[in-house]
């Protein structure tokens, strides 16, 4: 009797995820950032910017009996999660020198992804292709 009803809470709750989510994704995937560079350091920011991301992705998305071609393309900054380094302090040093400062990695993986831009698009007539132009994958 336990096994059926986990078993029916499990294929319920499948089924409601697979109705829910698509109302928060987008079509053929989800921008999304990743976690903060100070989870688990405080002292850890974003801090070094470095070259952008991109991707891109189509798929066939059914709504109200029509099969519809999608895309969905996303841009995302990159930037390096970085801390002071603690320099030692020689006893006799009343003021840190802060002329001296040098920046280490501080979290795996060493950068942050933040979504900047999201593009879902769906039509009939034909199919989408990932394109790369100006430097970041397109829907076309």
């Known amino acids: 009797m336990k096994q059926s009803r986990c078993m029916s809470l499990v294929v319920s709750t499948m089924l409601l995820t697979s109705i829910v989510m698509p109302l928060f994704a987008g079509y053929c995937g989800l921008c ?3 976690q903060p560079c100070n989870i688990s350091d405080p002292a850890c920011i974003q801090r070094t910017q470095l070259q952008p991301t991109s991707w891109c992705a189509v798929c066939d998305v059914e709504e109200g009996g029509l ?3 999608a895309c969905t393309d ?3 900054n990159r930037f390096m ?3 002071r380094k603690e320099q030692p302090q020689p006893p006799y040093a009343s ?7 040098e920046w280490v990695q501080c979290s795996s993986p060493p950068y942050r992804l ?3 831009e999201e593009n879902n698009h769906r039509r009939l007539d034909r199919p989408y292709t990932c394109i790369w ?3 970041r ?3 076309q």
Request: aromatic share 14%; charged share 15%.
């Open 32 to 34: 999304v950032s990743s």
């Open 67 to 69: 099969i519809y071609f």
């Open 74 to 76: 996303c841009f995302l």
């Open 81 to 83: 999660c970085e801390k």
């Open 95 to 101: 003021v840190p020198n802060q002329n001296e400062e």
């Open 114 to 116: 933040v979504v900047q």
């Open 133 to 135: 132009t100006g430097g």
């Open 137 to 139: 994958y397109l829907c």
